[in-house]
């Protein structure tokens, strides 16, 4: 059996949480630091995402 311990380098995605960035990577991607409204907008859409996909200590 292989074990694989170089997390600082790259870690396995939680399935739920690939679903729900795809479209980010995928249709709907762009520069999060762009002053552009849109893509203003998919910033914002993306940080409420985090948070609600993020545990709270």
Not at 17 to 43: C, R
């Amino acid at each position: 059996m292989d074990v694989y311990l170089d997390y600082n380098a790259t870690s396995p995605v939680n399935p739920s949480v690939y679903q729900e960035i795809v479209p980010y990577l995928t249709i709907e991607y762009g520069n999060p630091s762009n002053t552009y409204a849109l893509e203003f907008m998919q910033t914002e859409k993306s940080q409420s995402i985090l948070v609600l996909l993020l545990p709270t200590t």
